[in-house]
């Protein structure tokens, strides 16, 4: 699953961190990739968690699947072929949850069943002997929360777009089919599903065949033939149009809901362009018989890498209008380079997961290079570098087994450290070893599992060099080398002095780094590059060069992860800001340079927003001036705002919006009004929210119920409404939301639910808005439910607790019931200082009282103590 990915995510377990401080938190029903979680350090006190134990080997999966989408169900008919391992089995224990069990038979004799609240558990008459190939076949039924989604007009989804799609990453599946449901278990597959006329069904493998059964339903019968596991199994049925294309032999699909087919073709485009050059890069053809990407409705996902048959979400889906700020590229290469790292070759279990996810965001980043320039490649990797090292304090390895929920795993370690990791040992091996290194680690585990001790085997093999304290410091340990960097010149000596210090703090899982350095000297001498190897605390290093140089460079070639302080004097900094061949190099200089205020850095920092020849560069220099953040800065942006790469002018007009001014605001105004590209335009609307006048308050309702595509006009009006905080948008809002809820994206329509309790939560009246939000508690969407949930507890009107006490009383805990709870918690919170100060009185008082009797018992056992003691003699 990819990072833009991103993975949904239950985000109402949110409210477990802090209900005071998440009470305002939308839930969009799609975020990115594990995006709940991808920056916040996983907890270092959880249990330690171990791939399960294979009594069995299952050998192969067979599915008749049926659902209902009128009742959002599925009955089915699961067949498991197995056969014991090393000793006879009696007994064997499927993952199963909340499914309702309606017949099991087998191949032998079944002596009984149990159904638990997470197993079935099925006992044999008689052991199965090791080696003997055996078979069950459960009759079940299902009404799935998690694993299977229906997506239907009852929802509120549009007519001729009803469909289901399956997502079983990280242990889904359990609650749809009975399985064994962990990636250490791999297996052929087939699935047989039946769906009314004219629906179509897609799934893993190549498609054997497409009839009419008895009760006149279209059964698509698809078949996975080379083993792979449960997680990736996928099942995808409902209306949908089709794009099609070819890779050599490998068949080509992309489809859509046909109410969205028209932007299918910019997503598609590149697809099999990705494939051959994936296929080149790896050394390894592509292993599937065939390639479908599916977007799919409010996915809880941004992609998920199902074995040949990747799921999207329709939010990847842009229009021509966006010019070049949107495209699917990341997305569509993260989830292919998937169907190798983690599909082919998959890792043993959650603790590995950086084998999938950081292998797919690096070769989503190599492709990105390939495609767009190295340069590109390069500004990838610094903003992933900057992901990781924006967390101080991390104490968690890449490579661990304290973990509360595999979803832990699915963060900034697995995806941009793991990539880096990955980058590193590209860059010491070499491109052409580091390929082969890949290519054979793949074929010698093809369709199997792999931990990350293989791929150190096989680096150690191909190289004849020992990579285990790299491994140890990189994925076994925590952090990154916090470096400073001193550099000085001896005119007399002619020597450069560098002088490095290791500032991270190290402990027992935090390691002193030992690594190559890099360290380039420029100047009237030409170019003098020199290799250093740090391994000590604070270390210095001696250059001798002819002349002073006019820049230093650490790291010149960007192959080392690693928080760098290197102050440099504005000279060296304008050198480095002027060299065209250092992309790096002028992005480290803006960092600085961002801190000053004076007018020549101002200047410099314009001259390159307007004359860079990289647009990434040109980027960063807008952002530096907002940093700046002085008159002249901001005449420097304004100066600047025509800009031939949207991508560019987009985040001028970000930038300029961080300025409270009248230029600013008349700018952004005329940008809002004027602008053709709609992710421009949206930009513009949200930073009207910094302006509170009537002119923008008309402006924001005329934006509020404007069309556009997948309503992201709407989506700015309203978080520029929220940001100015005034009461008076309630009413117009509730009433777009009431008349539009028809046709805006669940992620738009929870953001004005969000909106309209915010902007009232001040408010002395607040029923209107309370009934408002109270009419939608029951909808469909689960994401709505507990969007309206979380609604009513930034709202702050008691009068709801009663409502959330239903929800938050259920038997079962779900993402609902959470969320109600720590809304109450946060209502709760509310009360006038009075009651607590009374509640607390009385706590005090019980506590006092347990305090006494708690000391009389321990006076009456020393007591007895003391006595029980012999006398001395």
Known sequence: MIK??????????????????????????????????????????????????????????????????????VSGQATL??????????????????????????????QDYQVTAEHLIITFAAPIPAGKTASVTIKYYAEPDLGLYFRTPKMGYKVGDTHCFSQGEEIEARHWYPCFDSPNEKFTSEITCRVPDGMTVISNGKLISQDKDAAGLTAFHWSQEQPHANYLISLIAGYFKKLEGQHNKVPLSFLTPPSEFAEATNSFRETEEIMSFFEKEIGVPFP?????QTCVNDFVA????????????????????????????????????????????????????????????YYQVLYHGWKN?????????????RKVTSVANDVNSIVRRNFNDPFEMFGYLAYPKGGWVLHMLRSQLGEELYRQCIQTYLERHKFGNVTTEDLRVVIEELSGRSYDQFFDQWLYHAHYPELEVDCSWDELAKLAKVSIRQKQAVSEKVLLFHFPLAVRFKGKFGTVDRVIEVKEVAEDFYFPLASAPKIVRVDPEYTLLAKTTFKLPKPMLFAQLADETDVIGRLLAMEQLADAQDKETVAKLKQTLNDDSFFGVRMEAAKALRSIHTDEALAALLDSAKQSDA?????????IGNFFQDTAGEFTRKVAANEKNPEIKAEAIRNLGAYASPEIHELLVKF??????????????ISAMRTQDNPEYIAPLMQALKQRQAILPTRVFVSGIGAVAYLARNEEKKSTVREFLVAHLNDLKKSVQRNVISALGTLGDPQAIATLQTFANASKESPESVAAAAAITVLRADRKPVDDFKNLRSELTDLQKANRTLRKDLDDLKKKSEAKKPTKK
């Open 4 to 73: 833009i990915i991103c993975r949904v995510v239950l985000l109402g377990f949110i409210f477990q961190l802090s209900a005071a401080v998440r009470a305002e938190t939308v839930f969009t029903g799609t975020e990115c990739v594990k995006s709940a979680n991808f920056l916040v350090p996983p907890d270092a006190l959880a249990p330690l968690n171990y791939a399960p134990d294979r009594d069995v080997a299952v050998l192969h999966l067979a599915l008749d699947v049926t659902p209902n989408f009128d009742e959002r169900t």
């Open 373 to 385: 320039g190295h340069d590109a490649l390069l500004y990838e990797l610094y903003g992933n570098a």
């Open 302 to 361: 941004g992609g998920m890498e199902n074995t040949s048959a990747t799921t999207l979400t329709d939010g990847t889906l842009f229009t021509d209008a966006t010019e070049n700020i949107r495209n699917s590229q990341s997305l569509v290469s993260h989830e292919m380079a998937h169907q190798w790292f983690g599909d082919f070759v998959t890792c043993k279990d959650w603790s590995h997961i950086w084998l999938n996810e950081g292998f797919a965001t």
């Open 288 to 292: 599937w018989a065939k390639y479908s």
């Open 81 to 110: 072929q197995f056969k014991p391992n090393i000793k006879p089995v009696q007994e064997i224990k499927l993952d199963a949850v909340d499914l309702s069990i309606e017949s099991v038979t087998a191949t032998e004799k079944i």
């Open 647 to 655: 991508r560019v002018r987009l985040t001028v007009v970000s930038e």
């Open 704 to 717: 509020l119920n404007a069309e556009s595509f997948r309503e992201q006009i709407t989506a700015a009006a």
